[in-house]
Each structure stands twice: as structure tokens, then as C-alpha cells.
């Protein structure tokens, strides 16, 4: 079936470190975003890239649609950067299906 | 330009209670959709709108229901609320159909249940 899985689970950095997130999708995409869940459990958009590469300061993200992965990128990290990181995937031949979230990077940024 | 508004943020009821939750999407958007986030099952789809009309419904009980109106403003409704339904309630909305579109979330409404 339809799978959007995230890795790695968990990450610890120091504060200054860079880090990549991956997000690997089992079909063909029409749309897909990078959100980050604040501690407060607001979802806020980061990227919406089914495809190409763009950046937004110390963050930038990737998508190789014809291998099925995409990349989050975070340079010099800084402890506001803690939170979930979701990758969230609508498939191109699915339908109606909504948008399928995988279960998040979870990420803690140290002083 | 005003976000996606959600109300309202906390709430506590207790087993066998109704909670009306209300999602207000951003200017010009008609497409909200509803997810429930708990920590064992992640982000969940409940509910997704249209113009007034159900598109797509998740894999939940008939309890939960929801609604769209015409100022594209929606309203979700869990009737006989037991413990498991104490989650994060998350609201999106975008301009058209999903596909293309970038979507945006509320802050969510935190439901407990006692």
C-alpha cells in the first residue's frame, strides 16, 4: 500500500550542527510538504516541494520524485529548531486520498 | 492575511459528552480537511470539504462528524466522547484541491477526555 516513512526517528544535535531528514514515498506524487510541529502542536509549513529543490535561510529541502525520496536540510541548527519534522505526501494515483503523513523526525537541539 | 483559525484551543469533557470544534480557514480558501493527532497513531485524516461537500472521510466511527459551511467555515462534531478520543484536532485548509496546493494548519484544538 501507500507508505510515506521518515528517518531517523529521533536526532540530537548540538547546537551549530547540520542534519538531513529524509522522507521516502512509495508512488508517483502530486503534492508534497515538509511541516515542522512546534511544541505547541501547531503545524507550520516549510516547503511545499513535489519535486526540485528549494531554500528558505538555514533550511532547504530536496525531491527526487523519480526515486521516490525527498531531503530536509538544516544548517547551523539552533535550539528553536527542536520539534517533529513531518514529511506529508498526496499521491498522484490514489484518488481522493488525502494528504498521508509519515511519523515524524523528532529532533532536539542542544545549547 | 489572517492564518487558520481553530476554536477552541483547550478543552476537557468528560466520557459520554459531545464537543463541537470549529475551524475557520484562511481568506478565499474552500478546502479544510480534519486530522486527529494522538502519540501512538501520528496524524490521522478525519474529514476532508469542498465547497460544502464531503470529498473524503478517514477510517473513524460514525461519532465523529462533520460539516462545511457556506462561508467555507467547518465544524466538526464527536458525539459520546470516550477516553481514547482525548488528542490534538488539527484543521487545514487550501485554496483549491490538495493536489497543487500548498496547505496550511490551525494550531489545533486539545481535546481531553476524563
Request: charged share 15%.
Amino acid at each position: 500500500g501507500i507508505q510515506v516513512e521518515q528517518s531517523p526517528p529521533d536526532l540530537i544535535l548540538q547546537e551549530g550542527a547540520n542534519s538531513t531528514l529524509r522522507c521516502n514515498f512509495s508512488d508517483s506524487v502530486n503534492n508534497l510538504q515538509w511541516f515542522h510541529q512546534n511544541p505547541w502542536g501547531q503545524l507550520i509549513n516549510l516547503f511545499y516541494i513535489p519535486s526540485g529543490t528549494k531554500q528558505n535561510g538555514r533550511l532547504s529541502a530536496t525531491t527526487v520524485a523519480t526515486e521516490r525520496y525527498s531531503l530536509l536540510y538544516i544548517s547551523s541548527s539552533q535550539t528553536t529548531d527542536s520539534g517533529v519534522y513531518f514529511c506529508a505526501v498526496l499521491f498522484r494515483n490514489s484518488g481522493n486520498t488525502p494528504l498521508v503523513f509519515g511519523k515524524g523526525t523528532r529532533l532536539s537541539v542542544i545549547a | 492575511k489572517a492564518g487558520v483559525t481553530q476554536t477552541p484551543r483547550y478543552l476537557i469533557k468528560t466520557r459520554g459528552q459531545q464537543v463541537t470544534l470549529s475551524c475557520s480557514p484562511i481568506s478565499g480558501h474552500r478546502s479544510v480537511s480534519w486530522y486527529q493527532q494522538t502519540p501512538g497513531q501520528g496524524l490521522q485524516f478525519l474529514f476532508e470539504y469542498f465547497s460544502e461537500t464531503q470529498r473524503n472521510k478517514g477510517n473513524f466511527p460514525g461519532r465523529f462528524s462533520g460539516r462545511q459551511f457556506s462561508n467555507s467555515r467547518s465544524e466538526m462534531n464527536v458525539s459520546t466522547l470516550e477516553l481514547g478520543d482525548s488528542a490534538l484536532y488539527l484543521c487545514a485548509s487550501s485554496s483549491g484541491q490538495f493536489s497543487g496546493n500548498t496547505i496550511y494548519f490551525g494550531e489545533g484544538s486539545w481535546l481531553t477526555v476524563v
